[in-house]
């Protein structure tokens, strides 16, 4: 039995990564409120190398529509301004010299529709992933069944303890995407 908890725990740790990802892809979306999480991507050059944004400015959140980006050089200002004008993130910096600040706009009902549907993709990209490490789990137990002699009856407790697992990820897959989509659409 301890084998076949051991294809339970490998399949229930496939399906946290998948949430963790989710959760990580879903901090990424723009959902008109000011948030810290859209500059993880921005990479600073700082002393010829490019480095998180983190590691050369603290980041604070006055209010819900303002992103303080305050440099700990006052020297790597220009180069913080030139990573967030070529980063994805869509927001022009208003450089004060001292600080940056980042002005989130609000968002179109055009453009929320459009981030919602992003979040959905990004959701169905968990649920493949976390319905994955469920056919792997199931797999294996079917191959030890044949191969290593486990009890029919233990393979097919397992087989159902997976389903309950998976079930468990999906719902919560269903929960982020939901809490995401309340997000956005709230104007």
């Known amino acids: 039995m301890a084998d076949a908890k051991h294809y339970v725990n490998g399949a229930e740790e496939k399906m946290q990564f998948a ?15 000011a948030n810290p999480r859209i500059l993880d991507s921005v990479k600073v050059m700082y002393y010829g190398a490019p480095v998180p944004l983190s590691n050369v400015a603290s980041v604070t959140v006055p209010d819900a529509k303002t992103i303080l ?14 990573a967030i004008m070529n980063s994805e993130i869509g ?3 208003e450089n004060n010299g001292e600080m940056i600040r980042l002005g ?7 453009r929320r529709k459009a981030l919602v549907k992003q979040s959905k993709q990004e959701a169905e990209t968990a649920k493949v992933s976390i319905r994955n490490a469920r056919r792997d789990a199931i ?7 044949k191969s290593e002699g486990m009890p029919e009856d233990v393979e097919k407790d397992a087989e159902g303890e997976v389903q309950k697992v998976h079930d468990k990820y999906i719902k919560k897959v269903d929960e982020l995407l939901a809490a995401k989509e309340k997000e956005i659409m709230t104007v």
């Open 69 to 82: 980006i305050t440099p700990w050089e006052k020297g790597i200002i220009k180069d913080i301004e030139k």
């Open 19 to 33: 949430i963790d990802y989710l959760d990580e892809q879903l901090a990424h979306i723009r959902a008109g409120k």
């Open 91 to 93: 927001i022009t910096p």
């Open 104 to 110: 989130i706009p609000p968002l179109t009902e055009e």
């Open 139 to 145: 797999d294996s137990l079917k191959k030890c069944v």
